[in-house]
């Protein structure tokens, strides 16, 4: 045979075969999938003991067929001859002590193993239940704020923001702001949190503490939704309970930790940025951000963003009182007009 031809034919004969195991895998993929689906439909709902039922039920099953087609019962029974000795006495059968002692541990095993399947399975189906309800309700929450969706109602007369950055480039932040309803009542507000890739993933908001309070009269309450999760992205709708009536303010506060907020600021410079919308003169835009001590390093801040007549960027020292301190800047702007403003201060390590 001509060896083009034969190179030609080998070649065919691989790719073929690669075909087919893709096919195969992906085949496998699906049924798996399906299987899974299938197992996620039974169990659901199920109590703990009907779920427990129904194991048991489906491993009596398994060794049922096990003896009838693959002739286990004779296997069984040639096992068993030799644990029952005969007193050659009485010539009265007994079973070998040794073998009621394996009997009862794997009984024992056999046991924990099933309860602790079927607590497992309780455990993964019940969260996938859970997850699945809170998806339903970030979808809820969407539509409630893309409904009453509110613009050019609002005004910010300030806002407050201090970072801090831990030794190991955690990162916290205090947020306080202070907002005013100006044309028709505030019911809620979107807050946006997002993290660069190299923070560590967060399952949820209540993984990073994250925590909103209402810092006006008493008889006011802010309470929040989650509205989207991505690993490094979260949104939460802020309810403000009362609604802000025209001419009144709202002063509240969020907070939450963020393990790894900043560890890109290891390698490159990271720039903190904020836009914000507003009806009237924002009186106040002030940030803060501090490296605690210890890291080796001094954190370099400069304005990056759009020019504001009035901005200043001053070094400062910080101390919580608690033991936390570090050193870092504030950068603060006065007066700015309505409108859409927009902060940029971008930071590094030296």
């Known amino acids: 045979m001509d060896p083009a031809i034969f190179s030609l034919a080998l070649l065919s004969d691989s790719l073929l075969s690669c075909y087919g195991l893709v096919v195969l895998n992906s085949v496998r993929l699906r049924v798996d999938m399906q299987i899974a689906e299938r197992i996620k439909d039974f169990f659901s709902g199920k109590s703990t003991w009907q779920a427990f039922v129904a194991v048991a039920a489906a491993f009596v099953a398994f060794l049922g067929i096990a003896f009838k087609y693959f002739d286990f019962d004779k296997s069984l029974a040639l096992w068993l001859s030799h644990v029952v000795s005969t007193d050659q006495t009485t010539h009265e059968p007994s079973v070998k002590t040794w073998f009621l002692l394996i009997l009862a541990l794997l009984l024992l095993g056999a046991l924990g193993a099933l309860l602790s399947l ?15 309800g809170f998806d339903e309700l970030m979808v809820a929450v969407r539509q409630i704020r893309d409904q009453g969706k509110q613009t050019k109602v609002k005004a910010w007369e300030s806002l407050s923001f201090r970072y801090l950055i831990d030794k190991d480039f ?28 190299e923070a560590d993933a967060a399952s949820s908001l209540s993984a990073l503490q994250y925590k909103v309070r209402d810092l006006s009269s008493p008889g006011c309450n802010i309470v929040y939704l989650p509205s989207e999760n991505e ?12 609604p802000i009536q025209p001419g009144e303010k709202r002063k509240f506060e969020i907070t939450f930790q963020w393990p790894g907020l900043f560890r890109r600021l290891k390698s490159v410079s990271e720039d903190i940025e904020f836009s914000a919308l507003t009806q009237e003169e924002l009186p106040l835009y002030r940030l803060e951000v501090y490296l605690q001590e210890g890291t080796g390093h001094r954190l370099d801040c400069q304005i990056t963003g759009p020019y504001h007549v009035t901005q200043k960027l001053t070094a400062s020292p910080y101390d919580d009182g608690r033991g936390w301190r570090g050193y870092g800047y504030i950068y603060e702007v006065t007066n700015i007009p309505a409108g859409q403003a927009k902060f940029i201060l971008n930071t590094r390590l030296v």
């Not at 947020?175 to 005013?180: I, L, P, Q, T």
């Not at 979260?234 to 309970?241: H, Q, S």
Request: glycine content about 2%; proline content about 4%.
């Open 118 to 132: 079927v607590f497992a399975l309780k455990l993964y189906f019940t969260q996938a239940v859970s997850e699945r």
């Open 170 to 197: 955690s990162g916290s932040l205090t947020r306080n702001s202070v907002m005013k309803a100006v044309t028709a009542p505030v019911h809620f507000w979107e807050s946006v949190t997002t993290a660069a890739d």
């Open 231 to 242: 690993k490094r992205r979260k949104r939460a709708c802020l309810f403000f309970l009362p």
